[in-house]
């Protein structure tokens, strides 16, 4: 194989990592080594290695189904390809995983969405050992489920356990992909996904950037603001090479309660009053309190660029600031534009792009993380307002070089919006993100936040401004940290001697 | 409610070291300055040599046998060990130097992972794994903003 030391053969790195896929139909399977009779990871890999898809250009020959493979650091472990002292330099982020208090001050899951809770309430007797997602894609059902039997005899045979995540009654407990309102770009809360991601490039000349693959995919550390590890000559580090990590997180989704939130708010008298010169009907006033909690439209259109409404010629632009484009100098070039997006809309604090950031922020701008998640569960009834008791929400795939500094980081943002020394954030009171914060009030991670939403109105002023109290929409079903290792490691895995791999660089 | 980082780290007792251990503790306070008062969200650090332990009762004994940091900052420890990295000078170098003088050794610190699993691996107060903290004390609940902020 060609060694290209600047920048990640595409046919080395999975799939998933530096291409969204379009295929409609997805299954999404948990395993754990441990449990199963005569545990052959060797075979199990081996199965699964010729479904196995790369970031290559496929051109006019869309595979009709294809996998992708995701290990934790305890499944790692497990599989003796890395020796126990190199283990240790994994991140320990990584090592740790997402139940861990050290991610749980970031992550702030508590209540229903706790880490004992997770995955239907098997709390962790999974997080401990859960090792393996084989994320499997199908053009149609009959693709997917052969490709799902596939596995999933392979993992019986070589003595590895599904995990179900959800309860059975829910599509067997098993995550699949559903299509919401028949649109696949569409998510429950019927929001248009998978818009603004990193661009991916490659970075061959090191320049800094959020969004160069380089900090997603391990082993290119020229330029990279994150500075994805392990990036030695141990065999941990030869291991990650190429590799990507996942933070997979599976978020309910309480539609209903989303639904009938957004009803009260169009019938509160305060909201009526202070949005009387709009002339919008109740479902127009419904629509727009949804925008500004996303920060765009449910078409996609950002409120940057639609303030007023969404535009069919906008639906997909991306290339919008907060600051620079308000003509006004200095540090409070950002707030005129929170009278299109509020500070707190989710889109603006996942990516506050030029937003003025405070001075524990440091210098290289927001982080960035790429996104590949999908929904689940059938639709809810359209605009119903009370629950049908359906499991449905996200299947998170929040894809990063640094657990720590590109995923914990923006939950940290999310659930506490301080970072960004702004007056309209009370700093003794910070808001958290309008669609994700945690909620609760009595948090001693994130001290005296406020379950309040402010909506610019007229001006910057609370007087101004609407002030919705938020109700919590979200439930964490279940997280867990996964690197999804190179192409050639999953050789290694699968115990392939001289695996061909053609190059393509960037 | 604050994050607290105690990092205990043995020293090794040949001059060099014993030296660095002296010198860091002289202007630890000048050198990390600048970039927690720009970081704003630590609420204290302190930088001490633990002596080398006597070995005849009374009798003073030369040296140091370990380098402790105490400090405690806001909210999640994790992704704001990034930010120190990236914010670079004093914090970085302070780490650098205690990982150069440890006993046990330490692969040089080059990349913000080693940064992260140096810190994490010799941190005497991790956040606990079940309940509440059983060694850690705060008398308020503000962040350093808040505080500020009056
Ligand atoms: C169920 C939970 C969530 C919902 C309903 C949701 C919804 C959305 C929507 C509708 C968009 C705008 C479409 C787009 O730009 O692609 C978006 C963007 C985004 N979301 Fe989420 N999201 C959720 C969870 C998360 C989480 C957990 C994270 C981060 C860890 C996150 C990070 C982002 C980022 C980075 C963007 C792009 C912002 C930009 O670049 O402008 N989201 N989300």
């Given at each position: 194989m060609l060694l290209n030391p600047n920048q990640p053969n595409r046919n080395n790195v999975q799939g998933l990592i530096l291409r969204g896929y379009t295929h409609p139909c997805s299954c999404h399977l948990l395993f754990t080594f441990?449990?199963?009779?005569?545990?052959?990871s060797k075979a199990f890999f081996s199965d699964l290695y010729p479904k196995l898809q790369s970031a290559a250009d496929w051109g006019n020959n869309k595979p009709a189904s294809m996998l992708n493979i995701g290990l934790t650091y305890n499944g790692l472990s497990l599989l003796k390809v890395i020796s126990p002292s190199d283990l240790t330099y994994f991140p320990s982020t990584f090592q740790n995983g997402p139940s861990d208090p050290g991610s749980q001050d970031s992550l702030g899951d508590v209540g229903e969405s706790s880490p004992e809770k997770w995955w239907n309430n098997q709390g962790n007797a999974v997080n401990n050992k859960l090792h393996c997602v084989v994320h499997v894609y199908g053009m149609t059902s009959n693709d997917l489920d052969e490709l799902v039997s596939q596995v999933t005899a392979s993992a019986t045979k070589n003595g590895l356990v599904e995990i179900l995540p959800l309860a059975i009654k829910d599509n067997g407990g098993r995550l699949y992909q559903s299509i919401v309102q028949h649109d696949p770009a569409k998510i429950h809360f019927g929001y248009t996904d998978g818009i603004s991601e990193p661009s991916m490039n490659a970075n061959p000349s090191g320049n800094t950037s959020a969004e160069t693959n380089n900090n997603f995919v391990?082993?290119?550390?020229?330029?990279?603001?994150?500075?994805?590890?392990?990036?030695?000559?141990?065999t941990a580090s030869r291991f990650a090479k190429d590799g990507c990590y996942n933070a997979f997180r599976i978020i309910y989704q309480d539609v209903a309660a989303f639904n009938l939130f957004l009803k009260q708010s169009a019938n509160n008298p305060e909201v009526k009053k202070k949005l009387s010169h709009l002339n919008l009907t109740e479902a127009e006033t419904e629509e727009w309190l949804a925008a500004k909690l996303c920060g765009r439209w449910r078409n996609g259109s950002p409120l940057m660029l639609s303030p007023d409404k969404p535009e069919a010629s906008t639906a997909s632009a991306e290339d919008f600031m907060?600051?620079?484009?308000?003509g006004i100098a200095g540090a409070d070039d950002d707030v005129p534009s929170s009278l299109k997006c509020p500070f707190s809309a989710h889109t603006r604090v996942a990516n506050p792009r030029d937003q003025l950031l405070s001075g524990s922020e440091g210098t290289n701008g927001p982080p960035r993380i790429a996104r590949r998640g999908m929904p689940y569960g059938a639709d809810l009834k359209n605009g119903a307002t009370t629950d049908d008791g359906v499991d449905r929400g996200l299947i998170g795939i929040f894809l990063c070089g640094n657990l720590a500094g590109q995923f914990e980081k923006l939950y940290s943002w999310m659930n506490f919006n301080n970072f960004s020394g702004k007056k309209i954030f009370n700093p003794r009171k910070p808001p958290q993100d309008a669609l994700l914060g945690t909620r609760d009030l009595h948090s001693t991670i994130f001290p005296n936040i406020t379950n309040t939403f402010t909506i610019p109105v007229s001006g910057t002023s609370a007087a101004e401004s609407i002030v919705l109290t938020m109700p919590s929409f979200l439930t964490t079903r279940g997280t867990a940290y996964c690197l999804l290792p190179s192409i050639l490691s999953i050789a290694k895995l699968a115990g392939i001697k001289k695996p061909k791999l053609s190059s393509q660089w960037g | 409610m604050a994050s607290p980082l105690t990092m205990y780290v043995q020293i090794k007792q040949d001059k060099v070291s014993q030296g660095i251990a002296a010198a860091a503790l002289q202007s630890f306070t000048q050198g990390v300055q600048a970039g927690l008062d720009k970081a704003g969200i630590v609420h204290y650090a302190t930088l001490a040599l633990i002596p080398n332990p006597s070995t005849v009762p009374g009798k003073p004994v030369k040296g140091y046998l370990a380098i402790l940091l105490m400090t405690d900052f806001d909210l999640a420890m994790n992704p704001y060990l990034d930010t120190f990295w990236d914010m670079g000078g004093g914090i970085k170098d302070a780490i650098a130097a205690i990982a150069s003088i440890s006993f046990n050794p330490v692969p040089p610190i080059k990349t913000k992972t080693q940064f992260e699993n140096f810190i994490n691996s010799v941190?005497?107060?991790?956040?606990?794994?079940?309940?509440?903290?059983?060694n850690f004390y705060q008398a308020y609940p503000l962040t350093v903003e808040q505080i500020n902020a009056g």
């Open positions: 441990t449990g199963g009779n005569n545990f052959n391990i082993g290119y550390p020229k330029g990279s603001t994150s500075d994805p590890g392990p990036t030695g000559v141990d907060y600051g620079s484009s308000s | 941190n005497l107060t991790p956040a606990p794994k079940t309940g509440g903290w059983k």
